[in-house]
């Protein structure tokens, strides 16, 4: 059974940071774990992507938060990063931590919740 663990979440002024970690743990190997991710879901909306970063370290990132999210992970402790600098008010969702296990699927985190005041 694979659990993704967040954390760093909270609450934070615009023109902040954050960063937000995701570890992988369980009966896997790293070598088995392929792209992470960070999703967020605002109240009334969908889940959105934030950024994703594949294996060998390619990130892609939402137009909404280039320039001010840095992805990034370590494969050796499976665990994924979301420096969130130059905070808006609209950043404000719950964030969510994935990542895709061969031949297991996708999992999800338990969600942190990040919150920007103005």
């Known amino acids: ?7 760093g979440g909270g609450l934070v002024q615009a023109g902040g940071s954050l960063r937000l970690s995701c570890a ?4 896997i190997a790293s070598i088995s774990v392929r792209d992470m991710g960070w999703y967020r879901q605002a109240p009334g909306k969908q ?9 060998r370290g390619t990130p892609n990132l939402a137009d909404s938060v280039k320039g001010r999210f840095t992805i990034s992970r370590d494969n050796g ?21 994935s ?20």
């Open 77 to 97: 402790k499976n665990t994924v990063y979301l420096q969130m600098n130059s905070l808006k008010p609209e950043d404000t969702a719950v964030y969510y931590c």
């Open 47 to 55: 889940r959105e992507l934030v950024a994703a970063i594949t294996k």
């Open 24 to 27: 992988a743990s369980g009966m």
């Open 1 to 7: 059974q694979v659990q993704l663990v967040e954390s």
């Open 99 to 118: 990542a895709d296990i061969m031949y297991d699927g996708t999992y999800w985190g338990q969600g942190t919740q990040v919150t920007v005041s103005s």
